[in-house]
């Protein structure tokens, strides 16, 4: 008998309201074999698996749950190790002729970890397919009620607050800087040696319970934060 | 008696696929008392109403469809007065205390005309809530099978092909460059003056039923077109 090969199917299930899920990635959801939920930490549960726990518990049929761990460390080269360690559990699984749904929050083509998963899987020979989900960005714009970009405005999402955003400052009109929490300071300072007249609205933990929406640059130091920034052009 | 005003509710219906809706916006689409679909000729239907007719179509209780004229000029005195006259009749519908959904391609908050209309619903006093959808840019990524960011990467979203994206160019590391097809020429020597070796990948008529992936530049004129451009950083 031969048993033709799995498919990988990354979902995006969106910034964390489990009601943001495309339909396709539901139908997806109730019908791989198995759900892969990368881990941070083991003792952390997945939160992208826990955004869609509720789906998965009205499947009445039986699914595998994998849960590879993917710490959040610098070092390329120990996560390099994760990635081809899950690579490894996941091919096993597709050359079964299982299909696998990899569960990333927010979108799989924005800073996702899909992607470095996905490439190995390619390399390997596998089918792999994308399911498009919400950004966090868009999601945290639409809590907030503003729009992000409008006519000819130029839109520029930025994953660190370092010099390569000051560079950049002056030739974008909108800003979603990602991760600002830790470096609320000197975004601050960098934002202010711009003179143009700017909305800064920051977000905590989009699309969570606890999610908190503020006008100006976040003062705690909370993980999951976004600022954006929109300038103001004199036109 | 006392008749509570209705709300408006704006809601990304993504970039083509009725599929990639979300669970909120369908159940928003299920139970609203107005579907408003701008067009944009008298003669021609409203993309983002023949996306989601499929699902209205399951509906069995009555709903109106409200189909403002929002006609594609660049004249902004003229443009202003269609949005106008789109507010008027959206609030008319708001005070008799029916809630409405404005179906908008892509997310709501990306270069949407409803950012325009939405203002002045606000300023009318009603209120307002935003459902996000799938963008035309991770849409077209998850077709096309690639990531648009990683790790450190900077993404641009460029509405326009000019002088502006000229100037950005080697600040960023993912440029979205919408509406590109009349203007393939400009765009390619603005890319080529950049040295960085680069992925050009472009797509048209992204997630409708004759879209096309291609590698390169458009060569032909159709109107939805987005090209993205990926340099690669010598690391």
Redo the contacts between chains.
């Keep these: 008998m031969i048993i033709m090969n799995g498919k990988l199917i990354g979902i ?1 299930v ?1 910034p964390g ?8 990635a ?2 997806v959801l109730k019908n791989v074999d198995v759900i892969c939920a990368p881990r941070s930490a083991d003792s952390k549960p997945s939160l992208a698996l826990s955004i869609v726990q509720g789906f998965l518990d009205e499947r009445d049929d039986n699914y595998e749950i994998l849960e590879p761990l993917f710490p959040m460390i610098e070092d390329e080269t120990l996560l390099r190790e994760h990635w081809d360690n899950a690579a490894v559990l996941i091919s096993d699984k597709l050359r079964q002729g299982m299909d696998m749904a990899f569960v990333t929050l927010g ?6 970890t ?3 998963v ?1 490439k190995r899987i ?1 390399d390997r020979g596998f089918e ?1 397919e ?6 966090s960005f ?2 945290c ?3 907030a ?16 607050v ?1 010099e ?2 000051e ?2 400052l002056e ?2 009109d909108t800003f979603v800087v990602m991760k600002t929490s830790r470096h609320s300071d000197t975004l601050e300072k960098i934002v202010h040696q711009d003179s143009r007249d700017k909305d800064v609205i920051s977000v905590q933990n989009c699309g969570l319970e606890d999610e908190i929406i503020s006008n100006g640059f976040i003062k705690d130091k909370k993980y999951l934060s976004t600022t954006i920034l929109k300038f103001k052009n004199e036109k």
């Design positions: 995006g969106g309201d489990a009601e943001l899920l495309t339909i396709k539901l139908n979108d799989p083509t924005i800073y996702s899909f992607s470095y996905s390619e792999v994308i399911v498009p989900g919400i950004t868009t999601g714009a639409a809590t009620g503003i729009s992000l970009g409008e006519k000819d405005e130029i839109i520029v999402i930025v994953p660190k370092d390569r955003l560079r950049i030739y974008g």
